[in-house]
């Protein structure tokens, strides 16, 4: 059968419409009313920017919408397309490591995933592979087309555990706890008193230490901008530990750290090997095997409910690692709002994987179809478990007499509050929301509440 060419138009673009995601912006001048009654008009919101978008998508339409095709920095509501995008393209479980094998040499293939010798996770695969091999060990140094730390973030905040270093090999969380034992406090009241507390690091490190006096006589580490040396001020506590960052160096600390546990060195390959893979097409063309570390969502849990930066980043790597075989989170990030994110509301600037860099710009419309998209994709059951809900996660102080019938994401910047996902009302009805809050110069915690009062009454009467 034939079909002129405006018949096949007509029926493209009804299949389009029938499955788009776009929600249809829809508000009366008296839920306005409500939404300031409710939200708008408290003190701790009256001199910010707000933006509130709350979508019924059985009904096709806004319940509550105002500002919502505002753009608003997100914080860390951006980890929510670092999910969809480890969901869309990561599979049931991460590759762990790559690698070639011939007659005398293994050659490894780093994937960026964070889990190898995380403190969470207690089954190793890789690290497994590697005790065992009986061949040499040779890695080549991964195409790294991106840099240590993401565009925007807040350089300052270097040697601070929530902005660890992005890696293509990264171990260990690409952090050193170090600790501090001091069992003799006896002269503590004595000014003039010095501990002798023990003092070690985890995973244990050969890297320089210089020692600093403070007068709070708190114990404190820090580090130089770009050398792992490390600075520690001995403190009165009787147990303390912090965790710094160190520098990755590429895959260089890795590599120092590695031959401790697996009882063997990793070399990295030698510039005519290089040259000799790169004429055959690259390694991954010679036939590579996979090892399997974690499943999926064993990573995007905890990354969602305590809202951990370096697995969010690490998504993309991977991701990226995934499409291209390199390593370059912006790539994605193209690609990706060129293809499966192209009919987000409003164009964003989507710059990093975990919100920390302020040259994020979303609107709550975005979140909204977002959301919506991932519920279609990947069903609400999922989503609920990798979501936080009432008194979990970051949500753990927040929504209590409400859990099992929220499930959000938060972000927190300074001056920026944010939370989207979905609301189980009272009724059953399934509601999918984003407030962003930007530029106050109040108490989050005061707008927090705030929020969860307005969102509990939406619940209640829908």
Avoid at 440 to 456: D, M, T, Y
Wanted: aromatic share 12%; glycine share 6%; hydrophobic share 35%.
């Amino acid at each position: 059968m034939k079909i002129s060419l405006w018949s096949f138009l007509a029926i493209t673009l009804f299949a389009s419409a029938c499955t788009s995601t776009r929600p249809i912006t829809q508000g009366s001048a008296a839920k306005q009313d409500y939404i300031a009654q409710h939200l708008l008009n408290d003190s701790s919101l009256q001199n910010a920017q707000v933006g509130v978008a709350v979508y019924d998508p059985a009904a096709g339409k806004h319940l509550y919408s105002y500002q919502a095709e505002k753009y608003f920095t997100p914080a860390s509501n951006t980890k929510l397309l670092s999910c969809y995008a480890a969901m869309k393209y990561l599979g049931d479980s991460i590759v762990g490591l790559n690698y070639f094998e011939n007659d005398t040499a293994i050659f490894l293939s780093p994937t960026g995933d964070p889990t190898l010798l995380h403190p969470d996770y207690k089954l190793q695969p890789v690290i497994s592979f590697l005790q065992q091999a009986k061949k040499n060990l040779y890695i080549n140094p991964p195409k790294w087309k991106t840099t240590a730390w993401g565009e925007g973030w807040s350089w300052d905040d270097y040697a601070d555990d929530y902005m660890v270093e992005r890696s293509a090999l990264p171990v260990y969380g690409n952090v050193v706890e170090w600790v501090q034992e001091n069992n003799d406090t006896t002269g503590s009241s004595n000014p003039d008193f010095v501990p002798s507390p023990s003092i070690y690091s985890n995973p244990e490190v050969n890297w320089k230490v210089r020692f600093t006096e403070d007068t709070s006589r708190r114990f404190r580490v820090g580090r130089e901008l770009n050398a792992n040396t490390f600075f520690i001020t001995q403190g009165l506590e009787r147990k303390a530990s912090r965790y710094v960052p160190f520098v990755t160096n590429g895959v260089q600390s890795a590599l120092e750290l590695l031959p401790e546990v697996i009882g063997k060195e990793i070399t990295e390959t030698s510039p005519a090997t290089r040259r000799r893979f790169d004429r055959a097409g690259g390694i991954q063309l010679l036939g590579l095997n996979s090892i399997l570390s974690q499943p999926l969502d064993s990573l995007l849990i905890p990354m969602m409910h305590r809202s951990d930066n370096f697995f969010a980043e690490q998504c993309l790597q991977m991701v990226s690692y995934e499409l291209f075989k390199e390593f370059n989170e912006q790539k994605v990030i193209d690609t990706m709002l060129k293809t499966v994110l192209s009919d987000l509301p409003q164009s964003p600037a989507w710059r990093d994987g975990s919100g920390l860099s302020r040259m994020n710009l979303f609107t709550p419309q975005d979140f909204v179809v977002l959301l919506q998209k991932m519920e279609k994709e990947y069903g609400l059951d999922r989503l609920k478990k990798i979501l936080a809900t009432g008194g979990t996660g970051t949500l753990k102080n927040y929504y209590l007499s409400d859990s099992g019938y929220i499930f959000a994401k938060t972000g927190t910047l300074r001056g920026v509050v944010a939370l989207s996902g979905f609301l189980i009302t009272e009724k059953g009805k399934t509601l999918i929301f984003s407030i962003l809050v930007n530029n106050h110069n109040g108490s989050p915690v005061a707008i927090r509440r705030k929020v969860e009062g307005f969102l509990q009454e939406i619940r209640r009467k829908n």
